[in-house]
Structure formats: C-alpha cells, structure tokens
T-cell receptor
Framework: GNSVTQMEGPVTLSEEAFLTINCTYTATGYPSLFWYVQYPGEGLQLLLKATKADDKGSNKGFEATYRKETTSFHLEKGSVQVSDSAVYFCASPQRRDDKIIFGKGTRLHILP | DTGVSQNPRHKITKRGQNVTFRCDPISEHNRLYWYRQTLGQGPEFLTYFQNEAQLEKSRLLSDRFSAERPKGSFSTLEIQRTEQGDSAMYLC????????????FGPGTRLLVL
C-alpha cells in the first residue's frame, strides 16, 4: 500500500521566514496527495491537495507540487505568520477512494 | 453544510468502563471513517462505512471496539472494558463518493482512561 514520510519537527521560524516541510511518498500508480493542518485544540482541516502528477495545490499562501520524478509533495510558504503555528500532516489514500494514510506530522512554531 | 460533528468532545473514564462516541457526518455523505490519533503521531485508520455497511476494519480495532452506522447517517464507536492504552483522540471523517474523495474531519473526541 501507499505510504508517506515527512520531516520531523518541531520546526521553529521567525515571522515572515520561508517555510518548507518535506514530504515523500511511496505508491503504486499516482494517488492523490494532501496536506492537512491541525491548529491547537481543533480537528484536521484540509489545507491543499493535488490529484495528479505536476499538479500544484495552493491555499492560504501555502503551495505544494506533486512531483513524480522525486516522489515528493513538499509544502512551502513564502512568508509565514504567527497564526500558521500548527501541526501539518502529509497524507495520501491507501488506494483510490480509500482510507487516508498520514505522516507523523510536523509541528510548526512561528515566533513573532 | 454544518460540517462533521462529534460528541462528546472530551471523555474521562476509569479503566474497565465502557464508553461510546458519536459522529454526525456531513449530510448525504455516504462514506464515514473513524481514525485514532495518539500524542505526537498522525491519525491511524480504524474502520469505515459506506452507507450502513462496515467495509473494512483495521487490525488496531480489537474485539473490545465496535462501530455501527445503523441508518447510514450517524455512527457510534464503542469501547468496552477500556484500558489506559485506549487514551487517544478519536477522529471521524466523512466523504461523498464518487463525487469527491476529500475527507472532512470532525473536531474529535479526546478520551482519557485513568
């Protein structure tokens, strides 16, 4: 089945810094890829997704490009804010239309 | 569209007691999933339903766990004879297939077993 591996945290940055959180996947075929975010005390929210190779997902200033050559889906943001402090999960369905397999999560702290 | 709701949000119980959690999915979503999340880890799949049919159960779901979705709408997850290792956040998600595969998550129920 599919799996995802993401960089371990915590990641601590100053406000307005550039953010990259790495995620790589192993899969048969080309499954959809997701980034979910979990703010303190809240449930998971879908941040962005890409459904096929070379797609770019974007939302709230975050971007991630589905790169089949490097089997990666790295999350990037050009200028982070304190309000971006959260845990970020890279994820992919086990198979099409199936349960989601999550990475272990990367905790992000943004300092003012 | 009111989102996925879960009740209760928090539950503290003593070891050996039974607990039941409820999930109300987004209306008309035919898929409903249960996941468990422990501290510092990503959510792990437990089971899912398509309408009222339970289609898959994880090996994580011991025989003390049972889930139902009797009318294809809300779902309940019961844990019998709770153990301290059951302490976790229990997450519910729903989706509408085949129209979309995105799963929408509820806020979760945090269980603490003393």
């Amino acid at each position: 089945g599919n799996s995802v591996t993401q960089m371990e945290g915590p990641v601590t940055l100053s406000e307005e810094a550039f953010l990259t959180i790495n995620c790589t996947y192993t899969a048969t075929g080309y499954p959809s890829l997701f980034w979910y975010v979990q703010y303190p005390g809240e449930g998971l929210q879908l941040l962005l997704k890409a459904t096929k190779a070379d797609d770019k997902g974007s939302n709230k200033g975050f971007e991630a490009t589905y790169r089949k050559e490097t089997t990666s889906f790295h999350l990037e943001k050009g200028s982070v804010q304190v309000s971006d402090s959260a845990v970020y999960f890279c994820a992919s369905p086990q198979r099409r239309d199936d349960k989601i397999i999550f990475g272990k999560g990367t905790r992000l702290h943004i300092l003012p | 569209d009111t989102g996925v709701s879960q009740n209760p949000r928090h539950k503290i119980t003593k070891r050996g007691q039974n607990v039941t959690f409820r999930c109300d999915p987004i209306s008309e979503h035919n898929r409903l999933y249960w996941y468990r999340q422990t501290l510092g880890q990503g959510p792990e799949f437990l089971t899912y339903f398509q309408n009222e049919a339970q289609l898959e159960k994880s090996r994580l779901l011991s025989d003390r766990f049972s889930a139902e979705r009797p009318k294809g709408s809300f779902s309940t997850l019961e844990i019998q004879r709770t153990e301290q290792g059951d302490s976790a956040m229990y997450l519910c998600a729903s989706s509408l297939l085949p129209a979309q595969e995105t799963q929408y998550f509820g806020p979760g129920t945090r269980l603490l077993v003393l």
